[in-house]
């Protein structure tokens, strides 16, 4: 039976409670967990499970910030919805300019609005090899996860935009994909020139390195022809992973990028136990420029709603599929419609560059797919504090990785469908 799409929760339900006792039910659950390191599943906002009702809907929206997402009335489809643009940092002005500008000032008494001339506020490039631990320490730095971690490298893929605020700063953190010397595709050489414009919008910069590795020459990554990325900018090297080896060695290592490595400063930390992190979050906060805050404090992110909803889905393909299957696979949320009386209905596409990948992908019967469709629906439900209708469809658009169109139609120019 050729299955080409799946919807959750209905089938994804059943599915659920034939699988409960498999061996590959029971190994996606063990990988999520380890991930999460607790025993249950990845928190994506510690908000969304404290929160009920009414309360939930408006923290989520608050949440988000900025989100930009059309909303489906009474199950009608969604409009065409504007671009999010990654590529241009905001003019840094203070928030009471842009709320005179939005009909806000029968809520906000702009008269006693005061911006603090101590308080700081900037861009922060994340940047190192794949599978360093960037995503992880975003989400420690956050306090909540919003990049999609695995054990596997390249995971990230696009600029993972995060926001950090407290009254007296707002840190803004881009979480970039891995980088790699040997481009192989147009998907490539898109998402290292991601990198690239993060790096030169930022006000810090923040290497990230594996302790584990060998140590070696950070800037050399960083470089672009004869200029180096970093020029005129703080940057601090994180030396990540210290709880996998012994002391001792972290201290030679701290040392040799000390001297060798030309950065500003060297903090050894561990992002998956949260060690070294507020250390780390103390030098960036010495090394912001003063200034208001770019976006409102009760936000963690820029991105919109259904970005995060696709990149579970391409999370848990990531943990369920092995091979190329992963690195092969784009996740599109093609239609989002929120109701009130009704569950959401959330649309996904997955597309598969050749017709055997979409075969793996569904599985003998569909159960692959299903088992899939369950585990992001869990997950999306926890996200967006309420239950969703998930369908799932499988589509194939060969070398999709080579068009540059597909690439620009998905996002990877830097300007994301809302």
């Known amino acids: 039976m050729s299955v080409q799409s799946i919807a959750s929760p209905a089938l994804a339900t059943h599915t659920f409670l034939e699988h409960k006792s498999s061996s590959i039910y029971c190994e ?8 999460a390191g607790c025993n249950g599943r990845p928190e994506w906002t510690a908000a969304a499970a404290a929160a009920g009702g009414g309360r ?14 059309a909303r489906g009335g009474g199950g009608q489809a969604a409009k065409p919805s504007p671009i999010f643009v990654l590529n241009e940092k905001p003019e840094r002005k203070p928030l009471h300019q842009d709320m005179s500008g939005a009909g806000l000032q029968g809520e906000i008494d702009l008269g006693t609005f005061k911006v603090d001339p101590d308080h700081r506020s900037g861009y922060i490039a994340l940047v190192g090899r794949p599978n360093v631990g960037k995503s992880t320490l975003l989400n420690q730095i956050i306090g909540q996860k919003l990049s999609i971690v695995t054990n596997k490298p390249q995971t990230t893929r696009h600029r993972i935009l995060g926001i950090c605020s407290t009254p007296e700063y707002q840190m803004i953190l881009y979480d970039t994909p891995g980088v790699i010397l040997k481009k192989l595709r147009k998907l490539d050489d898109m998402m290292m020139q991601n990198v690239r414009t993060a790096t030169l919008n930022a006000d810090c910069v923040l290497v990230v390195v594996d302790a584990c590795h060998s140590p070696e020459q950070v800037m050399d990554m960083l470089e672009d022809g004869a200029t180096t990325v970093t020029d005129r900018r703080p940057t601090l090297l994180v030396l990540n992973k210290k709880d996998l080896i012994k002391p001792g060695e972290i201290a030679k290592k701290k040392e040799w990028y000390q001297k060798h490595s030309g950065v500003d400063e060297v903090i050894a930390a561990s992002a998956k136990q949260g060690t070294g992190v507020d250390e780390v979050k103390q030098w ?22 259904r970005f995060f909803v696709a990149e579970i889905v391409r999370e848990k393909i990531f943990l369920q599929y092995r091979q190329e299957i992963p690195y092969a696979c784009q996740v599109n949320v093609v239609n989002y419609m929120e109701r009130r009386l009704n569950k959401d209905f959330i649309e996904v596409e997955i597309i598969a560059e050749k017709e055997s990948q979409k075969g793996v ?9 299903k088992l899939l469709s369950t585990a992001a629906r869990l997950d999306i439900e ?7 209708y998930l369908e799932l469809k499988v589509k194939v658009k060969e070398n999709w990785r080579e068009n540059e169109e597909l690439l620009d139609d998905y996002g990877y120019n830097g300007k994301i469908r809302t």
């Open 28 to 35: 996606h659950l063990a990988a999520v967990r380890n991930l």
């Open 56 to 69: 939930r809907r408006r923290q989520r929206q608050g949440r988000l910030g900025m989100i930009v997402r």
């Open 284 to 305: 960036l906060l010495g090394h912001l420029p003063y200034g208001p805050a770019y976006y409102p404090k009760d936000i963690v992110s820029e991105h919109p709603e």
């Open 361 to 369: 992908l569904i599985g003998k019967e569909g159960h692959a797919l």
């Open 382 to 388: 926890d996200f967006v504090g309420k239950e969703v």
